[in-house]
């Protein structure tokens, strides 16, 4: 994966005509923290090691920014090249942060609270001296969520001797969180729909959604659909999918899913296999969980027009030249799942001023600034003759190599 967002860079640098030494600089990570350390499971005679990773990948913008992931399989590499990606993504949406990336290489789903506790508890410890309010925000990402973010807050506070909420985002609203920012990543992303659906010549009050995730991205980004007009006919999450062709009951999926944990057994709707989403006769699909899900095996089963990237690098550097040979319009994750970063920048600001926004306040903002990162990216494809992830990636370089630039080289 770090391997293909450098090869992205690099294509993209080439372009530009970036200046070969700040290309240079950026292709490598200013900062990479790896950690082991044990965990002790609740059976109190196991004692596992585990591995823990935090990158960051750009210090010039101000504080790093990105969130930490604990999955089962993630690896350095992973880690460095998602925090490029945050890079580049606070860039095209104009907030003062690099990128950053965190991990813990274990499955969240096996643990008890009590052991998902110990175990933040103590990867906060670890990298407890390269975080801080100044220095690197997290916030959480893939099986990470507010419950997580309130024990790092809770642990770093504890050490430095006060409370800090300005450390970490998308902590619970009673510990400073935002209002709105655990909906942000999904709802921004359907604001970018009628924007897109123009390109294509999609009327949106017809359009029909398919969505693979339905977890803190994908069941925002239904939510925000269906309340937006639009025709979701198809979720899916780890057990599977749920299809009806006149439209899903959002609101009875997320209930059925608040109670059931997954969207298995959900009675409104034909049950489908989660892998068939990406094939499904729809206008738009929005790819909402993990890596590399559209690929070179399923990428011409695609019949929507649009594809809109919740999840990071859904789709695989072969499946876009496909797609795009096929006309099929996509908005890059590093737009269009914008949304997220920049309500945690909302949070941050509203920490550090100790002055909180009301949720009008905080769509309304998130709202014009997804538009407008749209429109720009979308000025810079036509004018360069690029695709939008080229666009993206031109829009969200070129900010970071400027402020490179004028900075200089110390000493
Ligand atoms: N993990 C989210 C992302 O990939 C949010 C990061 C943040 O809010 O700092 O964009």
């Known amino acids: ?147 997580v973010m309130a024990w790092l807050m809770d642990t770093y506070s504890q050490h430095v001797g006060h409370a800090v909420p300005a450390v970490v985002t998308g902590k619970p609203p009673a510990l400073g969180g935002s209002v709105a920012r655990r909906e942000a990543t999904g709802r921004g992303l359907i604001f970018l729909v009628p924007q897109a659906a123009n390109v294509v010549d999609l009327n949106p009050a017809e359009a029909t959604v398919a969505i693979h995730g339905f977890g803190n991205v994908g069941l925002y980004a239904a939510i925000a659909a269906d309340q937006a007009g639009l025709k979701v006919v198809a979720v899916s999450d780890i057990s599977g999918g749920v299809y009806n062709p006149d439209g899903l009951d959002v609101a009875a999926a997320a209930k059925w899913v608040d109670e059931n944990r997954v969207l298995a057994g959900y009675p409104d709707a034909d049950a489908i296999e989660g892998e068939e989403v990406f094939s499904l006769d729809v206008d738009i699909l929005i790819p909402a969980a993990v890596q590399g899900v559209i ?97 993206a990636l031109i829009k969200g370089i070129r900010r970071v190599a400027d402020a490179k630039l004028v900075r200089g080289v110390f000493p």
């Open 1 to 147: 994966m770090y391997r293909e967002a450098v090869g992205q860079f690099d294509r993209v640098a080439a372009v530009m005509g970036l200046d070969a030494n700040v290309a240079d600089r950026l292709r490598v990570p200013q900062k990479s923290t790896v950690v082991s350390f044990p965990f002790r499971h609740d059976t109190y005679n196991k004692v596992e090691t585990i591995f823990g990773y935090r990158v960051q990948h750009l210090t010039t913008m101000g504080p790093t920014k990105g969130g930490i992931r604990y999955a089962p399989d993630v690896d350095l590499g992973e880690v460095t090249a998602l925090a490029m990606l945050m890079t580049w993504k606070c860039s095209i949406v104009g907030v003062p942060f690099g990128g950053a990336k965190g991990g813990v290489r274990i499955d969240p789903m096996k643990l008890s609270r009590a052991e998902l506790q110990r175990v933040t508890r103590r990867f906060t410890m670890e990298i407890i001296n390269v975080i801080g309010p100044d220095t690197d925000i997290p916030a959480p990402d893939l099986g990470t969520n507010e419950q």
């Open 295 to 391: 690929h070179k095996g399923n990428a011409d089963d695609v019949k929507a027009r649009l594809v809109i990237e919740g999840a990071n690098n859904p789709t695989t550097l072969e499946a876009d030249d496909m797609l795009r040979e096929r006309g099929v319009f996509i908005v890059p994750d590093i737009l269009a799942n914008a949304g997220g970063v920049t309500v945690s920048y909302f949070e941050w600001v509203q920490d550090v001023q100790k002055y909180f926004w009301t949720e009008n306040e905080v769509v309304a903002r998130l709202r014009e600034i997804m538009t407008r990162a749209f429109e720009d990216v979308h000025s810079i494809a036509i004018a360069e003759n690029v695709d939008m992830r080229t666009a």
